[in-house]
């Protein structure tokens, strides 16, 4: 079983709309989370970081569920930036394990 | 320097050469992190260093892998008798303390 896993995807919205993705991770002694994005054939950078209470930043709201194992991410009013891969990450005594991504496509 | 810079940006190298790809972390960032990513995959680990601590080295996929760390910045990472399957995109991260992974972009290795 992988350490991280995504629905791939991908997931086609128009502008404005609403979008939620989920991850599951496997390790219970994962002990941070974050949510990265990976626009095509560059490097991912960091979103948000996921806290227990969930979080917002903007459009952007996370949440974390350790009971389930599940991280998610909303994404509320799209833009045609919002684009790209998102990846799920987790945090096990300081080695990151990665989510194969979800793609998401905002469409005019 | 501001970011994570990565050496070479591309590499296009024949089956069975050695290549050598270069991480230059942020400037005071004790744990550095390569990763290797394949069309369509997700980030691989390969190797953890954390300042002067043994490396982690779980994530190397063969003994023809390699990284070292010089006076805790620079990170070389060495592919011997390269092999179509290392073909992927390599990237180095750099963190202090618990947030924020810098990512570097990358170096995209050919091996043909």
């Known amino acids: 079983r992988k350490e991280v896993e995504q629905d791939p995807g991908p997931f086609n919205v128009p502008e404005g709309a609403t979008v939620a993705f989920n991850c599951t991770y496997s390790?219970?002694?994962?002990?941070?989370f974050f949510w990265y994005r990976q626009d095509c054939r560059k490097e991912p950078k960091l979103l948000m970081s996921?806290?227990?209470s969930g979080n917002e930043d903007g459009r952007f709201t996370a949440q974390l569920n350790r009971a389930s194992q599940y991280i998610s991410l909303l994404i509320r009013d799209s833009k045609l930036s919002d684009s790209a891969t998102y990846l799920c990450?987790?945090?096990?005594?300081?080695?990151?394990?990665f989510g194969a991504g979800t793609t998401v496509t905002v469409r005019a | 320097g501001a970011g994570v810079s990565q050496s070479p940006s591309n590499k296009v190298t024949e089956k069975g050469k050695d290549v050598e790809l270069r991480c230059d972390p942020i400037?005071?960032?004790?744990?550095l992190y390569w990763y290797r990513q394949s069309l369509g995959q997700g980030l691989e680990f390969l190797i953890y260093?954390?300042?002067?601590?043994?490396?982690?080295k779980s994530g190397l996929p063969s003994d023809r892998f390699s990284a070292e760390r010089t006076g805790g910045s620079v990170s070389t990472l060495t592919i011997q008798r390269t092999q179509q399957e290392d073909s992927a995109v390599y990237l180095c991260?750099?963190?202090?303390?618990?947030?924020?992974?810098?990512f570097g972009s990358g170096t995209r290795l050919t091996v043909v």
């Open positions: 991260a750099s963190r202090e303390g618990d947030y924020g992974y810098t």
């Open positions: 390790n219970s002694a994962s002990q941070s």
């Open positions: 996921v806290y227990s």
């Open positions: 990450v987790v945090n096990v005594d300081y080695k990151l394990s």
């Open positions: 400037s005071g960032h004790t744990a």
């Open positions: 260093f954390q300042g002067n601590s043994a490396p982690d």
